[in-house]
């Protein structure tokens, strides 16, 4: 009898509670990319959140460094098309951003005011009415100097570019992107213009907006604005040559060696791509300030944090047109164990094609996916990714057809995309700082084909 009331009233109060559940939210279906092209060529793409409370338009350009005749052109020409109309700029408020890569150039604006048409307007005119004369490129040659004197304080980034500049040695992809002072100094206004007249062109071209746009009304605006563009032809490259060597930039006087090494990776958003970023996160990132550092999931963190081999350390994958690079970068004040370091990384590397795991590939994949898609949370982010893809292969995955891409990688995929890239292959190799105890190139080499797992 009493099990009998204890059940009828335990069920009455289920029967309440189900009546105060709220129920779980819907997630928001994410707005699909609309692209449009114009009769010139000119492409629009946007992807429209009305209730994002600010907006975000930009223009991407299918043309950087490795577009130029001389090294640092592309960089200058945008400095100096961004600070031509910066006082126009200034009325409308918001965040103006230029940005020069090895690929691909950009200038972006970012409105909470809805003043979309404006900042078309001022993207129009420095594309295509910033005014470039030897005075004006003298008037700024000096900001350009300072900018490029600041990096050299950015080791990481100096080390990556010396990274490019041996793997790609001899190839336009491999020069850094600001250029060099000699470049800098060199550079005239004629350079820029050329560099302008034949890069600069409608096919060449995407105008992006996100968040609080109307594809119609930017569409618009581009035919107003850039209607008037020619269109130049597709920039035409030979496949880059990845060349195995190595660069070592000995100082014992700073405290932190940096070391960069790095394969042949695959071209941005190829089926292969994907592979190496499930297994860029196999190997992971790890820095001793973490809160949880020695109980991460990469079996390479495990042993750096056991044996203080390392300050931190980030795998890489990085993407271009027909090519690409995927490797390691470091940082330590163990110098005397950087060679320690080294062994274990590329005992790991050589692991992915023998004996990684299914459950090893399926946690990578979980991380890809949260760190692509969660990356875009923001007008700008958005902007950044349609701008991009756009440029690199013509179109723009949607977030289903990234799951998508990343959840058919398996653990096979992984060990044959291993035995591809890593196996047995050339490796480029930089060091920076008190690298005494940086492994011998030979010795790195060979270990490329370690007999031991």
């Known amino acids: 009898m009493a099990s009998r009331l204890l059940s009828n009233t335990l069920q009455a109060n289920v029967g309440l509670t189900k009546q105060f559940v709220r129920p779980m939210a819907t997630a928001a279906k994410a707005a699909a990319t609309r692209i449009t092209q114009l009769p010139n060529g000119f492409v629009v793409a946007t992807e429209e959140n009305a209730s994002s409370g600010a907006a975000t338009v930009g223009v991407w350009i299918d043309a950087g460094s490795r577009n130029e005749s001389t090294n640092g052109t592309a960089n200058f020409l945008e400095h100096v098309a961004l600070k031509g109309q910066a006082d126009k700029f200034n009325k409308i408020g918001g965040n103006l951003t230029g940005q020069t890569g090895r690929e691909k150039t950009s200038v972006a604006i970012k409105t909470v005011n809805g003043q979309i048409t404006e900042s078309v ?34 080791y990481e980034q100096t080390v990556l570019d ?9 190839e336009k992809l491999g020069r850094p992107v600001m250029g060099t002072k000699e470049t800098i100094e060199q550079l005239t206004a004629k350079d820029l213009l050329d560099f302008q007249a034949q890069n600069y062109g409608s096919d060449r071209m995407v105008l992006v907006g996100s968040g609080d746009v109307d594809h119609e009304a930017l569409v618009r605006l581009a035919e107003k604005n850039f209607g008037g563009l020619q269109s130049v032809g597709q920039a035409k490259f030979e496949k880059a040559i990845f060349t195995g060597s190595e660069i070592r930039l000995r100082d014992d006087v700073l405290p932190v060696a940096r070391i960069a090494l790095a394969v042949e990776g695959a071209p941005y958003l190829s089926e292969d791509y994907f592979k190496l970023l499930v297994m860029q996160a196999v190997i992971g990132s790890w820095d001793k300030t973490l809160g949880g550092a020695a109980n991460l999931s990469s079996r390479l963190s495990t042993v750096t944090n056991a044996h203080h081999l390392a300050n931190s350390f980030t795998a890489f994958t990085k993407g271009y047109k027909d090519t690409g690079l ?34 090893e590939i399926e946690r990578a994949k979980q991380q890809v ?28 995955m949607s977030p289903e057809e990234l799951k998508a891409a990343i959840n058919k990688v398996s653990a096979d995929d992984v060990r044959k995309a291993a035995n591809k890239y890593i196996w047995d292959q050339e490796i480029a190799v930089v060091g920076q700082g008190p690298i005494e105890c940086l492994t011998d190139y030979t010795r790195v080499r060979g270990n490329m084909a370690y007999n031991r797992f």
């Open 121 to 154: 307007e001022i993207l129009a005119d420095i594309i295509q009415n910033t005014k470039i004369s030897d005075a004006v490129v003298d008037s700024k040659r000096q900001s350009v100097l300072d900018a490029y004197l600041k990096t050299e304080g950015d």
């Open 162 to 170: 010396h990274l490019h500049a041996t793997a790609f040695q001899g």
């Open 326 to 359: 995927w490797g390691m970068y470091v940082a330590t004040e163990n110098k005397d164990q950087i060679d320690d370091f080294v062994h274990f990384t590329q005992k790991e590397w050589n692991r992915l094609s023998t004996s990684v795991t299914a459950s």
């Open 369 to 396: 996916k949260a760190s692509m898609l969660l990356s875009l949370d923001s007008t700008c982010s958005v902007a950044s990714d349609i701008g991009s893809q756009i440029v690199a292969t013509g179109k723009r």
